[in-house]
């Protein structure tokens, strides 16, 4: 499979509990972006890795949210004490420069 | 927020016709790409058009940009009942790292 994987597909937990979601991107692409998107809107800029360097992070993402990519190879994106707020899909994207995004199927997060 | 709005927020019309969307934003880019996205799917990347380029074609598809109105249209003729989806514009802007910021998209519906 040369696409984004991301993993899981749909997860649902209770408020306040902890969640990690996994994206494996294109091997070749050295930058990973991970967006979140609500119902009706376009997707918004969350965190951005270049390598394992990880060099913007969007004012939405709150000190609850933490993004990690080791080795610059797969990335996780943990959310702590899930507020319902934070009911959303979670795309993940691989990229090189000047050329478009590939992005995964999306984790949908259900925090209940 | 978000850098770009597309027009119309829907747009409904018969197969065989062309469908029309627009895209304005307000940042100098690098260059401006279209995606298209299918219910609870992730995005797909349609086409990447450069901040020096006036025109692009791909399949049924073409792409203008004109960078003085900060302004893009994608063209999909001789419309299919598969093309039903949402489409969102996305800025690769100048400043900061580069990141993709998308609009809030147009939702297409093509009736049979």
């Known amino acids: 499979d040369t696409g984004v994987s991301q993993d899981p597909r749909h997860k649902i937990t209770k408020r306040g509990q902890n969640v990690t979601f996994r994206c494996d991107p294109i091997s070749e692409h050295n930058r990973l972006y991970w967006y979140r998107q609500t119902l009706g809107q376009g997707p918004e800029f969350l965190t951005y890795f270049q390598n394992e360097a990880q060099l913007e992070k969007s004012r939405l993402l709150s000190d609850r949210f933490s993004a990690e990519r080791p080795k610059g190879s797969f990335s996780t994106l943990e959310i702590q004490r899930t507020e319902q707020g934070d009911s959303a899909m979670y795309l993940c994207?691989?990229?090189?420069?000047?050329?478009?995004?590939?992005f995964g199927s999306g984790t949908r997060l259900t925090v209940v | 927020s978000q850098q770009g709005e597309e027009d119309p927020q829907a747009l409904s019309i018969q197969e065989g016709e062309n469908a029309t969307m627009n895209c304005s934003y307000k940042?100098?880019?690098?260059?401006l790409q279209w995606y298209r996205q299918n219910s609870g799917r992730g995005l797909v990347h349609l086409i990447l058009i450069r901040s020096n380029e006036r025109e692009k074609h791909s399949g049924r598809l073409r792409v203008t940009l004109d960078t003085s109105k900060k302004s893009s249209s994608l063209l999909i003729t001789a419309s299919r009942a598969a093309d039903t989806a949402s489409y969102f514009c996305a800025t690769d802007i100048l400043q900061g790292a580069q990141k993709l910021v998308f609009g809030q998209g147009t939702r297409l519906t093509i009736n049979p």
């Open positions: 994207a691989s990229a090189q420069r000047n050329y478009g995004y590939t």
């Open positions: 940042t100098s880019i690098n260059n």
